[in-house]
């Protein structure tokens, strides 16, 4: 490890080979957390290129546990939708929220989280506040997304080498240090599904977030990095101010922006859009699925919602995608993916 810390120090790129050995070592137990540390500290300081993530991520989902989907056994475009996290504004599970308008407009959900770390309540949280198991294991997962349009992939489970990693993790995260394993979370879905939104909070994460997942192979996936009123970053796309888009297919990328007024939304403000624990984000959810809020929080979920139609080619635009989030909802069949997902076993 000692000799790849020193090359990162020297300022020269890692090579694949580098890398495969990078993460061996840093799956290994036997090693000094504070070898680990310092080659971590050393690559965020040097800076990552979206070429040395991209690598990571593929070393580190050889390792993970085969979900065993079959991409053939359905006839509905694969996605995950997440965020980064780290924007520190204390909103309701969006992303989640979005999974099951996603379901219910012929998309095949399949979510890879955890519980939450930078924030009171992670996907995981909150899909067990709803008696949603999160647990479930490899052979049950095809069942559950064929029957119920959504499957949850819990990363503490499908990446269990990771836990040799946490020891280090906890260290430079005391130490206010950044690692790459910021940046790996919503990359390491074991799925590998065809298409993706990600949500950053920092805007320079953009480009290289869409870099990545034109080299991870994605058909078509967006990376976005939404503003408020006041202009905080936000890891979702915006009903308050304006959000950048890399759009990103095998051969290019493109970059835009959506404004809220172009949209077929109302206005709103960031307090309108505040969560609070799994138990209470749990119950924000249901109220958007069952059409009882009717306001900037059902606005925002099916705004990310639309995104996902159109990534996964659904409709033509994301107008065209809010007509059809809107009715999944209206329509009741956001709350029947729900009550099947509850039921499922």
Same mark, same amino acid.
């Given at each position: 490890?000692?000799?790849?810390? =020193?090359?990162?120090?020297?300022?020269?790129?890692?090579?694949?080979?580098?890398?495969?050995?990078? +993460?061996?070592?840093?799956?290994?137990?036997?090693?000094?957390?504070?070898?680990?540390?310092?080659?971590?500290?050393?690559?965020?300081?040097?800076?990552?290129? !979206?070429?040395?993530?991209?690598?990571? +991520?593929?070393?580190?989902?050889?390792?993970?546990?085969?979900?065993?989907?079959?991409?053939?056994?359905?006839?509905?475009?694969?996605?995950?939708?997440?965020?980064?996290?780290?924007?520190?504004?204390?909103?309701?599970?969006?992303?989640?929220?979005?999974?099951?308008? *996603? !379901?219910?407009?012929?998309? !095949?959900?399949?979510?890879?989280?955890?519980?939450?770390?930078?924030?009171?309540?992670?996907?995981? =949280?909150? @899909?067990?506040?709803?008696?949603?198991?999160?647990?479930?294991?490899?052979? =049950?997962?095809?069942?559950?997304?064929?029957?119920?349009?959504?499957?949850? @992939?819990?990363?503490?489970?499908?990446?269990?080498?990771?836990?040799?990693?946490?020891?280090?993790?906890?260290?430079?995260?005391?130490? #206010?240090?950044?690692?790459?394993?910021?940046?790996?979370?919503?990359?390491?879905?074991?799925?590998?599904?065809?298409?993706? *939104?990600?949500?950053? /909070?920092?805007?320079?994460?953009?480009?290289? /977030?869409?870099?990545?997942?034109?080299?991870?192979?994605?058909?078509? +996936?967006?990376?976005?990095?939404?503003?408020?009123?006041?202009? !905080? #970053?936000?890891?979702?796309?915006?009903? @308050?101010?304006?959000?950048?888009?890399?759009?990103?297919?095998?051969?290019?990328?493109?970059?835009?922006?959506?404004?809220?007024?172009? @949209?077929?939304?109302?206005?709103?403000?960031?307090?309108?859009?505040?969560?609070? =624990?799994?138990?209470?984000?749990?119950?924000?959810?249901?109220?958007?699925?069952?059409?009882?809020?009717?306001?900037?929080?059902?606005?925002?979920?099916? *705004?990310?919602?639309?995104?996902?139609? +159109?990534?996964?080619?659904?409709?033509?635009?994301?107008? %065209?995608?809010?007509?059809? %989030?809107?009715?999944?909802?209206?329509? #009741?069949?956001?709350?029947?993916? *729900?009550?099947?997902?509850?039921?499922?076993?």
């Amino acid at each position: 490890m000692e000799s790849l810390t =020193d090359k990162i120090q020297s300022g020269a790129f890692l090579s694949a080979e580098d890398i495969r050995a990078a +993460a061996e070592m840093l799956l290994d137990e036997s090693l000094s957390i504070e070898s680990k540390a310092e080659f971590l500290t050393s690559f965020s300081q040097r800076g990552e290129t !979206a070429e040395e993530i991209a690598l990571f +991520a593929e070393e580190f989902l050889t390792r993970s546990v085969d979900p065993k989907i079959s991409k053939s056994s359905t006839d509905r475009p694969l996605i995950d939708v997440c965020g980064t996290g780290g924007d520190k504004l204390d909103l309701f599970n969006v992303s989640t929220t979005s999974v099951f308008i *996603l !379901a219910a407009g012929g998309l !095949a959900v399949v979510k890879h989280g955890n519980r939450g770390i930078t924030s009171k309540s992670g996907g995981a =949280d909150v @899909l067990e506040s709803l008696g949603i198991r999160i647990d479930l294991p490899p052979e =049950d997962i095809s069942r559950c997304l064929d029957e119920v349009g959504a499957a949850f @992939l819990f990363a503490q489970m499908y990446h269990p080498t990771f836990k040799s990693v946490a020891p280090v993790r906890k260290l430079l995260a005391e130490r #206010g240090q950044r690692t790459m394993f910021n940046l790996l979370g919503p990359l390491l879905n074991p799925a590998r599904p065809e298409y993706q *939104l990600i949500g950053v /909070f920092d805007p320079a994460a953009g480009p290289k /977030f869409a870099e990545i997942l034109k080299k991870l192979g994605r058909k078509r +996936a967006w990376t976005v990095h939404g503003t408020t009123e006041t202009g !905080a #970053g936000m890891d979702e796309i915006s009903n @308050l101010g304006l959000t950048h888009v890399w759009s990103t297919d095998p051969d290019d990328t493109v970059e835009s922006t959506l404004q809220p007024e172009n @949209l077929d939304i109302g206005p709103a403000s960031l307090s309108d859009l505040v969560g609070g =624990d799994a138990e209470e984000n749990a119950e924000i959810l249901v109220s958007i699925l069952s059409g009882s809020e009717q306001g900037p929080k059902r606005d925002l979920v099916a *705004l990310n919602a639309a995104a996902g139609f +159109a990534i996964a080619g659904i409709v033509e635009n994301i107008n %065209a995608g809010l007509s059809l %989030a809107r009715e999944t909802i209206d329509s #009741g069949k956001a709350l029947a993916v *729900l009550r099947k997902w509850q039921e499922f076993s």
